[in-house]
């Protein structure tokens, strides 16, 4: 288990891949994000893209798990007070393998009477050709420890 403490400030790793194949896409969009270019291959054919694309909002969620999966749930973390500058660089094509590069920006101390410091990471998802498809920066809460 990694504590605060633990963790330093421009550390950096990469998680992944992970599978993305269009049924995943297809389950994701008829619950979530119902946008043609997403459901509809005759559609996504005339779009801009040519094809179907996964869902903006499931990249984001599939690099949210592959953080998890990878990363958070081996520490302290007890939560997160924000996510900033959410930007999708390119579409990501169906089926493909995402991989998400962390990179640790800042490290916050516990406050006064808090059990916890605030880690800044910056998150990068890129696809299999190793495009860079979508980035955020996250403020995760990690405990102290002991």
């Known amino acids: 288990m990694r504590y605060f403490a633990d963790i330093l400030p421009d550390e950096t790793f990469t998680l992944g891949p992970r599978e993305i194949t269009e049924a995943d896409s297809l389950r994701f969009c008829q619950e979530f994000d119902r946008l ?11 779009s801009i893209y040519g094809e179907l694309i996964a869902s903006g909002l499931h990249t984001l969620s599939l690099t949210a798990s592959i953080v998890v999966d990878g990363f958070l749930k081996h520490t302290s973390m007890t939560g997160a007070s924000g996510m900033e500058k959410v930007r999708w660089h390119r ?23 808090k059990a916890f410091g605030v880690i800044s990471c910056k998150l990068e998802t890129t696809d299999c050709n190793a495009h860079l498809v979508m980035s955020a920066t996250v403020n995760y809460l990690l405990g102290a420890g002991e």
Do not use: E, F, R, Y
Not at 36 to 46: F, G, I, R, T, Y
Not at 96 to 102: A, F, G, Q, T
């Open 36 to 46: 043609p270019v997403h459901l509809d291959p005759a559609h996504a054919s005339q």
């Open 91 to 113: 579409p990501v094509t169906l089926p493909n393998l995402l991989s998400v590069k962390v990179t640790i920006l800042s490290a916050s101390p516990p406050q006064p009477g």
